[in-house]
């Protein structure tokens, strides 16, 4: 089975935690339990034609506590970029710690998630501000961790993206 | 010799014996797989990994962290960077173990006595403190992320509200009175900046004394100043009459530093001009000490993807410094896109932000790598490049101008797109961040006063107007006992045959330090006063003696006369009038009236029947700037007056604009209907003359003939004044 590692990167608190827990083992917590440094979960996803072995990399949302450390991204093969949807803050932030990625990782894929979408009453994001990432040519998805809405989701669309650019690449 | 005993100070024994009851997994790496661990297991260890083969350990392969971090540790004991004896590498913290047994771990790479060494130790005892402390601050910044959300949107509708009320006419001492115990401080101030509402919390909060209202140097004055440090273009913004929100750092009466954030939303009257300046203002220090760290995070703009504002101020801050000690040049450029929010509004927010970042891209590519460019916010920009030649500063300035030339396709539908670009140069204009900024902001909008796309550097002149406009009042004042004023005088040609010499007076102020300021900007100002009154006297009393004075030669000259629909209004205006024509002995029927439509907006009937009296006198009237306003033809014939001034905006277009060419041809056609002149101002090219005639408008005014000129500039050439119209 082919084996590929993913990382999510985002600022603090936007459910980074939580939506691998949903993932792999279908929990929530609504306790804010803050993470310090590197998480790693493995889960299979199966595809179409072939199942996937995710090693799952949970980065400590960095701040003035913990800088992104770039030697934990070599070897990813995609990410999640994650944003807490009631948090305008928290875009701003991955916008720039997606470039510093970017930098250290080139083209792989990833995917923009617009975390805790359940809390439609507090949202603050708007979808119009993401459309300008949407024209950049970024998938963007809505998931709550919560209710699990689009996390598995989330996950296949990533792994899929990761074997048709391993396939775009061979080409 | 000391090899030796080092070499059996490090035996196995050595080591067991110092690690006993220190719960560290010490390896030695016999291969780049195989670890061979030294003394005993720790348990945790174990329950973790098990050994490959003979007490071998494959730390990689059980461990997807290790495996990561081996890469740099391989790296590392192939040559530490660090040679001294203590250096190690750490991995970091990272957890292992499923969820009710993980541990935090951390790995650390070392040599000693030439052994590569890896050492894992379990950080579980003291984790759980510094667990809490970062979750603690985790939380605070949080909580405090979401007060500054709340506090801005409150802030916006509170200020949006008041505007609403003022716009609706309703008494300030209404407002007052419903904003009176609001949490916010709120500030209302008329143009001038002084005080008209202020509620207990503004007291509270910074310390005013209330009684003062309308007080010299006002609250918003000393803000402005404030917050110039960080945001340089902001009394440009707001006296032009935009909306401005943000953060400073702002030292009350008393001396002591508070952040505040604040609203500034100017209120336009119906001419467009600001009447008052709403302000809403909250101490935001806790907020922001607590949130300092995280600045770092946000240098990016969400939408181009350039630096913002933040990280814009810390990169020209130390170019500028660097520029300083190396003795380089620098030009700044801010770049500010032409009608930006008209595409936004009509196309959509998505379509201006495609927009923007087309630009940012071209922007971004008409310099070098090395040279700054930044997203400031809204549709401006700004370039820092050094300059090695004097000749690149206008290159640049070109490209960038240029980089707007080529369409943005939406849609498959084409949009072009200028900019207006100002440019302030290091250190000739400026020595800090704040003053260059500054300069090139309001460069910039010169560049768009002058009519937009195009690039003009800073002059100290372009400044002068802007930064002291809150001062103008007392120098205002001043200016009439000091002989301040001049007037000059622009001829108006007569397209017909015209036996005397027409002329305008128009007002011009020679500030001491500032220089030539406007009418435009000071005439609003003294509207705000008393001090239009005899400013308007002034202007009455020396252009009838000026016009009177070549009565003797047989000199016939009309001159015409702006008077403010403020001025208009007053009871005693015909007295005015009357006794300026007495003073001068000027004949009724060689002063003219200049009123723009304004004047009718308030009172009409009153500014009808004093117009009417005033015509009875012999005295003319025009009404100005006809069609940039409300006006409509329809109820132009119960005006009266007897000329109409075709507003300059149309005549620019002529003849190639098609609405402008109409508007003309039926202002004309009615206003001779009505038995009215028509002048036609701004008059520039022989193609809008040439118009102009055609469609047989009576008199042109503008550039393409004269200028205003000082009045001893004039009697040498009124003859060729009298027949420049037909001789054309
Ligand atoms: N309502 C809601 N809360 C969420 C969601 N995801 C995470 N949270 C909460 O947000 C907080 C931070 O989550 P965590 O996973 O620790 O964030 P991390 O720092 O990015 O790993 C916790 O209190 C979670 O319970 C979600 O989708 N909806
Ligand atoms: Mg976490």
């Given at each position: 089975?082919i084996?590929?590692?993913?990382?999510?990167?985002?600022?603090?608190?936007v459910?980074?935690?939580s939506l691998?827990r949903r993932?792999v083992?279908?929990?929530?917590?609504?306790k804010?339990?803050?993470?310090i440094g590197?998480?790693?979960d493995?889960?299979?996803?199966a595809?179409?034609?072939?199942?996937l072995?995710?090693?799952?990399?949970?980065?400590?949302g960095?701040d003035?506590?913990?800088?992104?450390?770039?030697?934990?991204?070599?070897g990813a093969s995609?990410?999640?970029?994650?944003i807490?949807?009631?948090?305008?803050?928290t875009?701003?932030?991955a916008l720039?710690?997606?470039?510093k990625?970017r930098?250290?990782?080139?083209?792989?894929p990833?995917?923009?998630?617009i975390?805790?979408?359940?809390?439609?009453?507090?949202r603050?994001?708007?979808?119009?501000?993401?459309?300008?990432?949407?024209?950049?040519?970024w998938?963007?998805?809505e998931?709550?961790?919560k209710?699990?809405r689009?996390?598995?989701?989330?996950f296949?669309v990533?792994?899929?993206?990761?074997?048709?650019h391993?396939?775009?690449?061979?080409? | 010799?000391s090899?030796?005993?080092?070499?059996?100070?490090l035996?196995d024994g050595f080591?067991s014996?110092v690690l006993e009851?220190?719960?560290?997994?010490?390896f030695?790496r016999?291969?780049s797989?195989r670890?061979?661990?030294i003394?005993?297991?720790?348990?945790?260890?174990?329950?973790?990994?098990?050994?490959v083969?003979?007490?071998?350990?494959?730390?990689a392969?059980?461990?997807?962290f290790?495996?990561?971090?081996l890469?740099?540790a391989?790296?590392?004991?192939e040559?530490?960077?660090?040679?001294?004896s203590?250096?190690?590498?750490?991995?970091?913290?990272?957890?292992?173990?499923?969820e009710?047994?993980?541990r935090?771990?951390?790995a650390?790479?070392?040599?000693a006595a030439?052994?590569s060494?890896l050492?894992?130790?379990?950080?579980?005892?003291n984790f759980?403190d510094?667990?809490?402390v970062y979750q603690?601050?985790?939380?605070?910044?949080?909580?405090?992320?979401k007060?500054a959300l709340e506090?801005s949107?409150?802030q916006r509708?509170?200020?949006?509200?008041?505007?609403?009320r003022?716009?609706?006419?309703e008494?300030?001492?209404v407002i007052?009175n419903?904003?009176?115990?609001n949490?916010?401080a709120?500030?209302?101030?008329?143009a001038?900046g002084?005080m008209q509402?202020?509620?207990k919390?503004?007291v509270?909060?910074?310390?005013?004394e209330?009684?003062a209202s309308?007080?010299?140097?006002?609250v918003?004055?000393?803000w402005l100043?404030?917050?110039?440090g960080a945001y340089?273009?902001i009394?440009r913004?707001?006296?032009?009459?935009?909306?401005w929100?943000?953060?400073?750092e702002?030292?009350?009466?008393?001396?002591?530093?508070?952040?505040?954030?604040?609203?500034i939303?100017p209120?336009l009257?119906?001419?467009?001009t600001v009447?008052h300046?709403?302000c809403?203002?909250n101490?935001?220090t806790?907020?922001?000490y607590?949130?300092?760290?995280?600045?770092?995070?946000?240098?990016v703009d969400?939408?181009?993807q350039?630096p913002?504002r933040?990280?814009?101020w810390?990169?020209?801050?130390?170019?500028?410094?660097?520029a300083t000690?190396q003795?380089q040049q620098?030009?700044?450029?801010?770049?500010?896109?032409?009608?930006f929010k008209r595409v936004?509004?009509?196309?959509?927010?998505?379509?201006?932000?495609?927009l923007?970042n087309?630009f940012?891209?071209?922007i971004?590519?008409c310099?070098?790598?090395t040279?700054?460019?930044a997203?400031?916010?809204g549709?401006?920009?700004?370039v820092?490049a050094q300059?090695k030649?004097?000749?690149?500063?206008?290159?640049i300035a070109?490209?960038l101008?240029?980089?707007?030339?080529?369409?943005?396709t939406i849609?498959?539908t084409d949009f072009?797109?200028?900019?207006?670009?100002?440019?302030?140069?290091?250190?000739?204009?400026?020595l800090?961040?704040?003053?260059?900024?500054?300069h090139a902001d309001?460069a910039?909008?010169?560049?768009?006063e002058?009519?937009?796309n195009?690039?003009?550097?800073f002059k100290?002149?372009?400044?002068?107007r802007f930064?002291?406009?809150?001062?103008?009042?007392n120098?205002?004042?001043a200016?009439i006992q000091r002989?301040?004023f001049?007037?000059y005088?622009?001829p108006?040609?007569?397209?017909?045959?015209?036996t005397?010499?027409?002329?305008?007076?128009l007002i011009?102020?020679?500030?001491?330090?500032?220089?030539?300021i406007?009418p435009?900007?000071?005439?609003?100002?003294a509207?705000?006063?008393?001090?239009?009154?005899?400013?308007g006297l002034?202007?009455?009393n020396?252009?009838?003696?000026?016009?009177?004075q070549?009565a003797?030669?047989?000199?016939k000259v009309?001159v015409?006369?702006n008077?403010?629909a403020?001025q208009?209004?007053?009871?005693?205006?015909?007295?005015?009038v009357?006794?300026?024509?007495q003073?001068?002995?000027l004949?009724p029927e060689?002063l003219e009236?200049e009123?723009t439509?304004t004047s009718?907006?308030e009172?009409?009937?009153e500014?009808?029947?004093?117009?009417?009296?005033l015509?009875r006198m012999?005295?003319?009237?025009?009404?100005?700037d006809f069609?940039?306003?409300?006006?409509s033809l329809?109820?132009?014939?119960?005006?009266p007056?007897d000329n109409l001034?075709?507003?300059?905006t149309?005549?620019?277009?002529?003849?190639?604009?098609?609405?402008?060419?109409a508007?003309t041809a039926?202002?004309i056609?009615l206003?001779?209907?009505?038995?009215m002149?028509?002048i036609a101002?701004?008059?520039?090219?022989?193609?809008?003359l040439d118009?102009l005639?055609?469609?047989?408008c009576d008199y042109?005014?503008?550039?393409y003939?004269y200028?205003?000129l000082?009045?001893?500039e004039?009697?040498?050439?009124?003859?060729q004044?009298m027949e420049a119209g037909?001789?054309?």
């Amino acid at each position: 089975m082919i084996s590929k590692k993913i990382c999510l990167i985002g600022s603090f608190a936007v459910g980074k935690t939580s939506l691998v827990r949903r993932f792999v083992t279908d929990g929530f917590d609504e306790k804010y339990q803050t993470t310090i440094g590197v998480k790693i979960d493995k889960k299979e996803v199966a595809l179409a034609d072939q199942t996937l072995q995710f090693v799952i990399w949970d980065l400590e949302g960095p701040d003035e506590f913990a800088e992104l450390r770039t030697t934990y991204l070599r070897g990813a093969s995609g990410y999640f970029l994650v944003i807490d949807a009631t948090r305008p803050k928290t875009l701003e932030i991955a916008l720039s710690l997606n470039q510093k990625v970017r930098e250290t990782l080139n083209s792989v894929p990833f995917l923009l998630l617009i975390n805790k979408t359940d809390l439609e009453a507090e949202r603050r994001i708007s979808r119009e501000e993401l459309q300008p990432c949407i024209e950049a040519g970024w998938s963007v998805m809505e998931t709550s961790a919560k209710t699990g809405r689009n996390v598995e989701h989330a996950f296949e669309v990533l792994a899929q993206m990761l074997v048709d650019h391993a396939e775009a690449r061979s080409l | 010799m000391s090899g030796s005993i080092a070499e059996d100070s490090l035996s196995d024994g050595f080591f067991s014996d110092v690690l006993e009851g220190l719960d560290i997994a010490l390896f030695e790496r016999i291969c780049s797989s195989r670890f061979r661990p030294i003394g005993r297991l720790p348990l945790w260890f174990k329950s973790f990994y098990s050994p490959v083969e003979h007490q071998q350990y494959d730390l990689a392969m059980q461990s997807a962290f290790l495996e990561n971090f081996l890469i740099d540790a391989e790296a590392y004991w192939e040559s530490p960077s660090d040679k001294r004896s203590g250096s190690r590498l750490a991995s970091g913290v990272w957890s292992e173990g499923g969820e009710t047994v993980a541990r935090p771990l951390e790995a650390f790479a070392l040599v000693a006595a030439r052994r590569s060494l890896l050492a894992i130790v379990d950080l579980s005892s003291n984790f759980e403190d510094q667990r809490q402390v970062y979750q603690r601050a985790r939380e605070l910044a949080l909580g405090q992320e979401k007060l500054a959300l709340e506090l801005s949107q409150k802030q916006r509708e509170l200020q949006a509200a008041l505007e609403q009320r003022v716009l609706n006419q309703e008494s300030l001492e209404v407002i007052a009175n419903t904003v009176a115990g609001n949490a916010s401080a709120v500030l209302i101030c008329d143009a001038m900046g002084r005080m008209q509402v202020a509620n207990k919390a503004l007291v509270d909060i910074f310390h005013i004394e209330s009684g003062a209202s309308g007080q010299r140097r006002s609250v918003l004055e000393r803000w402005l100043q404030e917050a110039e440090g960080a945001y340089p273009e902001i009394k440009r913004v707001v006296t032009s009459g935009s909306y401005w929100e943000g953060e400073f750092e702002s030292q009350g009466i008393t001396g002591e530093k508070k952040w505040i954030r604040l609203n500034i939303g100017p209120v336009l009257d119906s001419e467009g001009t600001v009447s008052h300046y709403i302000c809403i203002a909250n101490d935001v220090t806790d907020v922001h000490y607590g949130n300092h760290g995280q600045e770092r995070f946000e240098d990016v703009d969400p939408v181009t993807q350039l630096p913002n504002r933040h990280s814009f101020w810390r990169k020209i801050t130390q170019l500028i410094e660097q520029a300083t000690t190396q003795h380089q040049q620098l030009a700044l450029y801010y770049v500010d896109l032409d009608h930006f929010k008209r595409v936004n509004d009509s196309l959509g927010h998505h379509a201006g932000d495609f927009l923007l970042n087309t630009f940012a891209a071209r922007i971004a590519h008409c310099v070098k790598r090395t040279d700054i460019v930044a997203h400031l916010g809204g549709d401006e920009f700004a370039v820092v490049a050094q300059v090695k030649q004097l000749g690149n500063i206008e290159t640049i300035a070109q490209r960038l101008l240029d980089s707007f030339i080529p369409p943005v396709t939406i849609d498959s539908t084409d949009f072009r797109l200028s900019a207006s670009i100002g440019v302030a140069l290091f250190p000739a204009d400026g020595l800090d961040a704040t003053t260059l900024m500054k300069h090139a902001d309001l460069a910039m909008f010169h560049a768009k006063e002058l009519g937009r796309n195009q690039c003009q550097f800073f002059k100290p002149a372009i400044g002068a107007r802007f930064l002291n406009r809150l001062n103008l009042e007392n120098d205002l004042e001043a200016a009439i006992q000091r002989g301040q004023f001049e007037l000059y005088y622009q001829p108006q040609i007569c397209l017909a045959e015209e036996t005397f010499v027409r002329l305008e007076a128009l007002i011009r102020w020679r500030h001491p330090e500032q220089g030539f300021i406007s009418p435009a900007i000071f005439i609003p100002l003294a509207e705000e006063s008393e001090l239009i009154h005899k400013i308007g006297l002034w202007v009455l009393n020396t252009a009838c003696a000026y016009a009177q004075q070549f009565a003797g030669q047989g000199i016939k000259v009309v001159v015409a006369v702006n008077v403010s629909a403020c001025q208009a209004r007053r009871k005693d205006f015909i007295d005015i009038v009357e006794q300026a024509l007495q003073d001068s002995g000027l004949p009724p029927e060689q002063l003219e009236i200049e009123i723009t439509e304004t004047s009718f907006l308030e009172q009409m009937d009153e500014v009808v029947t004093m117009l009417s009296k005033l015509r009875r006198m012999g005295i003319n009237v025009s009404l100005d700037d006809f069609g940039s306003g409300f006006s409509s033809l329809t109820y132009l014939k119960s005006l009266p007056v007897d000329n109409l001034k075709l507003d300059q905006t149309f005549v620019r277009e002529l003849p190639d604009h098609e609405e402008s060419r109409a508007i003309t041809a039926s202002v004309i056609r009615l206003a001779h209907d009505l038995k009215m002149n028509v002048i036609a101002e701004g008059v520039e090219t022989v193609e809008q003359l040439d118009y102009l005639r055609q469609q047989g408008c009576d008199y042109v005014q503008g550039y393409y003939f004269y200028r205003p000129l000082p009045g001893d500039e004039l009697p040498p050439i009124f003859d060729q004044i009298m027949e420049a119209g037909s001789i054309v």
